[in-house]
């Protein structure tokens, strides 16, 4: 079974972090929360746009954790990304989700479940599926109310491949 790190960068919650192991956990992924958190310079933040920029953070984050023995490693992360367009950033087998812009402070538990679609998504894609016609997270999502819309699972086909690339 593949392994999947999940890393705070700079301070989230441990409760919605737990959370999000829960639900994974619960579908039969292999996971884990790094134990330490790992934290931004300010040598990556953008005074001009008041954001932190995602290039920065992205090669600052693929160096620290390219040869951890995971498969797939996902930061999560509240700060303000200049990365509004996507809901993740990826490059190798390294994702980062900015939950800044998709967390609801009024209902956490459809932020955690925004979250967790955005983690099946990634996973989804690092088994080699693009954007499935079924009703499944799969199916893609360009803006919150898809996300929202889409169901926190995977059809048939779309388990039978993750499942044939040993997740």
């Not at 999940?6 to 579908?27: A, G, W, Y």
């Not at 995602?54 to 200049?82: A, E, H």
């Not at 491949?161 to 997740?167: E, F, H, L, P, S």
Request: hydrophobic fraction near 40%; glycine fraction near 2%; proline fraction near 2%.
């Amino acid at each position: 079974m593949k392994k999947i790190l999940l890393v705070q960068i700079n301070k989230v919650d441990r409760l919605i972090l737990q959370s999000i192991v829960d639900v994974l956990l619960e579908r039969k992924f292999s996971v884990n929360i790094f134990p330490e958190i790992f934290h931004i310079s300010i040598n990556a933040y953008d005074w001009n746009e008041d954001k932190y920029i995602s290039d920065i953070i992205l090669k600052k984050f693929q160096s620290r954790f390219n040869n951890f023995p995971f498969d797939i490693i996902i930061g999560i992360t509240d700060i303000d990304i200049n990365n509004t367009d996507n809901f993740y950033m990826k490059n190798g087998n390294i994702a980062i989700i900015p939950i800044k812009n998709i967390f609801n402070k009024n209902n956490v538990n459809l932020s955690i479940e925004r979250i967790n679609k955005i983690i099946f998504y990634i996973i989804g894609m690092y088994s080699g599926i693009d954007n499935c016609k079924n009703y499944c997270i799969m199916k893609g999502f360009k803006n919150i109310e898809e996300l929202d819309s889409l169901p926190l699972d995977y059809c048939d086909s779309c388990m039978t491949r993750i499942k044939q690339n040993n997740y």
